[in-house]
């Protein structure tokens, strides 16, 4: 099982989804990259991010995410769940995948959705201390 946590970079039409320097679990760190204007996997994995719900793919092999394209991971089964600040802008991403098809379940989506929500609050927290310190 891996966990990995993305952040937004980039500006306006550049907007992109980096994995974070560190993750948690088993797999290799992802080095994936989603842009928002691609068109293609990143345009669909963004369009996800933007509800700040957790998306679960319990099995992979007979449902997958719209735009999903396999890479060289071996899982089988995911949840994603869009990281959003308080007027509702995408901030972040966390996903959490699993070797095992139906590994991953709908409690666990709910677990993801929280730890996005208190990511979501260091966010903001950031961001208020950042403006204190600059007035």
Same mark, same amino acid.
């Given at each position: 099982?891996?966990?990995? !946590?993305?952040?937004?970079r980039?500006?306006k ?7 974070t320097?560190?993750h948690a679990? *088993? &797999?290799p760190h992802?080095d ?5 204007? *691609? @068109?293609g ?6 369009r996800?991010?933007?509800t @700040?719900?957790?998306e679960?793919?319990p099995?992979? &092999?007979k449902e &997958?995410?719209?735009?999903y394209?396999r890479g060289?991971?071996? !899982? ?7 990281v959003?600040?308080d &007027? @509702? ?8 995948d ?7 379940t709908?409690? *666990?989506?709910?677990v ?5 929500r !208190?990511?979501?609050?260091?966010h903001?927290v950031?961001r208020?201390? *950042?403006e204190?310190?600059?007035?």
């Open positions: 099982m891996r966990a990995t !946590y993305f952040v937004v980039g500006q039409r550049g907007r992109r989804l980096e994995a320097g560190g679990g *088993d &797999s992802s994936r990259v989603f842009r928002k204007h *691609d @068109g996997p990143g345009a669909a994995c963004w996800i991010a933007e @700040g719900l957790p679960l793919w099995d992979l &092999s &997958s995410p719209p735009g394209e060289a991971n071996n !899982y089988q089964t995911f949840i994603q769940c869009g959003l600040d &007027s @509702g802008e995408v901030v972040g991403m966390l996903t959490v699993a070797p095992q098809a139906n590994e991953l709908k409690i *666990d989506g709910k993801v959705h929280l730890l996005c !208190y990511l979501a609050l260091e903001e950031g208020q201390v *950042d204190n310190r600059a007035t």
